[in-house]
Structure formats: structure tokens, C-alpha cells
């Protein structure tokens, strides 16, 4: 078991005994650990904001205060990632720090193949320039689901004069600025990556096609203006 599955388990054990005290031998033995690494995961616990305390005496041990603590947070990996662009709108506001901690524990909470897929897809967004909130169009749910579908789309796409061209892309990524959201693909009729504005995208259908996987860093991007920031879920 690696450590960030033993933490999960600590936690869930101490849970499942609340409000009754675990010693650190008994969770040393329940994990296959030493006692001293015990006490360095329930340090490690306690400095996330995990409320777990340690009650003194023969029979006592650590406890966790149950009714402060998160049960597992089945969220999917587009939940989580929804909420790390909506917390980056707290940005410079009083609550900036506490939104960024609560993020990290519900991904904390996430089952494992879950919050690996939330950072994976995470790593896939891309914001321009500020975090000024801004009111984009609204976005079809098909190009929104469009990463993690993970399948061909055929789109029709209409340019700056209104002429529409049909295509069939791969979706890479997300580009997202203030007023608009881009969604960046490998263009089949291009033959090269290509930034999609969402408002523009006038049809929308998923082909039964999965491409190979196709990698996407902020320097492909090569955009003229501003900063480009990747998402985190930290």
C-alpha cells in the first residue's frame, strides 16, 4: 500500500471507530507499518486540516471528531475539475487560501483511479491572461464532455465571415480566457493543432473512434498574448 492510500485508510479507520480511540501500535500492525511511521501520517493528517486528536492514557490513542470530517466524496473527475475553475474566481479575495485547501481534500477524498483522472484532465486546461471572472457563451455538452469522452468528434466549424467547414478533431485540451473558451484539438483537415472558440462550433457529434493519445504543454499552445496558467488541483 503506498502512502497516499494509507493516509486514505487512516482516516476511514478512525472513522469507522469514532469517537472510540486507535492506539498507533494497533494502526501500526492494521497497516504493516512501524508505530513511528504511524505517527508521521497522523502528523502529516493533523497539518492538513484533518481533525484528529490524540487522547492520552492506558486505553487511549488517536481519535478522529467525526462530525467535522468528510465521508468518501464520489466525485468524477470533471466534478473536480469544474470546481478548481470555479475556485480560481476567489483569486485575491479573503477566501483564496481556504477555497485552495478545501479542493485538496476532496480530492484527498477521491477514490484513487478518480483523482488520478481529475489530475490527468486537469493538466489538459489551460487559462489566459488574469482571473477576471467573465460571463463566456455557454458550451454544448458534447464539446464539454468532449476530454473525457476521449473519442473523435465531427464538428462544423464557422469562421470569422460565417463559413462553415465540417471537420473531424481530436480533442487535446481547453483554452479559457475571461469572455471565451477554446477547445484545442489535433484538426484531421489541417493536419496540425488548432484552437476551436466553442461559440463557434455549430454542430456537434461523437464518431465511435478512439485516437491515440496525443500529448498537449502550454508551450504548443504558442499564443502571442498574455500568460498561459495549466490548471492544478492544488
Known amino acids: 500500500m503506498n502512502r497516499t492510500d494509507r493516509l486514505y485508510a487512516l482516516v476511514e479507520e478512525l472513522r469507522a471507530v469514532a469517537p472510540r480511540p486507535r492506539s498507533a501500535r494497533w494502526l501500526a500492525g492494521r497497516f504493516e507499518v512501524s508505530v513511528r511511521t504511524v505517527e508521521r501520517d497522523i502528523n ?13 492514557g492506558r486505553t487511549g490513542g488517536y481519535c478522529l471528531d467525526k462530525a467535522r470530517t468528510l465521508p468518501p466524496v464520489n466525485l468524477t473527475p470533471g466534478e473536480a475539475v469544474a470546481m478548481a475553475v470555479a475556485l480560481r474566481r476567489l483569486k485575491g479575495t479573503p477566501f483564496q487560501a481556504t477555497a485552495g485547501s478545501a479542493l485538496r481534500k476532496l480530492v484527498a477524498a477521491m477514490q484513487g483511479d478518480d483523482a488520478a483522472a481529475a489530475h490527468d484532465l486537469a493538466g489538459r486546461i489551460h487559462l489566459l491572461g488574469g482571473d477576471d471572472a ?11 464532455d468532449a476530454l473525457s469522452t476521449g473519442r473523435v468528434l465531427r464538428i462544423g466549424y464557422g469562421d470569422r465571415e460565417g463559413a462553415t467547414t465540417m471537420r473531424e478533431i481530436e480533442p487535446l485540451g481547453y483554452v479559457g480566457t475571461a469572455t471565451h473558451w477554446y477547445l484545442v484539438a489535433w484538426c484531421r483537415m489541417r493536419d496540425a493543432l488548432r484552437a476551436f472558440r466553442t461559440d463557434r462550433i455549430t454542430s456537434v457529434s461523437v464518431t465511435a473512434e478512439v485516437p491515440t493519445p496525443r500529448s498537449l504543454r502550454s508551450e504548443d499552445l504558442d499564443i502571442p498574448y498574455g500568460i498561459v496558467h495549466q490548471l492544478t488541483l492544488s
Do not use: F, H, K, N
Open 44 to 56: 502529516a493528517l493533523q497539518q492538513s486540516g484533518v481533525p484528529i486528536y490524540a487522547e492520552s
Open 134 to 144: 467573465g460571463t463566456p457563451p455557454s458550451m454544448p455538452r458534447m464539446v464539454a
